[in-house]
């Protein structure tokens, strides 16, 4: 099939209906859309967010119980944190003594 520029559409019947989608976009968006950051939950990462969440619940003890997270680079640490940091974002307090924050 050819469009109506003279080039040939590409087949994307591969992809499913969402990608087939972003792949119609002009190519700024469709740029950007690769370029996003992107959450993969696999099991490794869901066990180490349901660890902080613990974590972040346990009650207050003269010594708190911790955890250090290590791996090779490039494999989602700091994706893994900025997650959970997304996830327990902190509302101003002003009127507050005190914010409760996990930082």
């Given at each position: ?12 019947s591969h992809?499913t ?5 972003a792949a119609g976009?002009p190519?700024g968006?469709r740029l950007a859309?690769i ?5 993969i939950?696999y099991?490794?990462a869901?066990e180490v ?5 613990d ?7 003269q010594?708190?119980?911790?955890v250090l997270l290590i791996?090779?680079?490039n ?10 940091r ?6 101003p307090a002003?009127?507050?003594a005190?914010?409760r924050?996990?930082?």
């Amino acid at each position: 099939m050819t469009a109506a520029w003279g080039h040939a559409v590409p087949d994307l019947s591969h992809l499913t209906a969402i990608a087939q989608a972003a792949a119609g976009l002009p190519d700024g968006e469709r740029l950007a859309r690769i370029r996003a950051e992107r959450w993969i939950g696999y099991s490794r990462a869901r066990e180490v967010l349901a660890t902080l969440e613990d974590l972040l619940t346990y009650p207050v003890r003269q010594r708190m119980p911790n955890v250090l997270l290590i791996g090779p680079t490039n494999n989602g640490k700091s994706m893994l944190i900025e997650k959970f940091r997304r996830a327990h974002l902190i509302e101003p307090a002003p009127q507050a003594a005190a914010e409760r924050s996990p930082w």
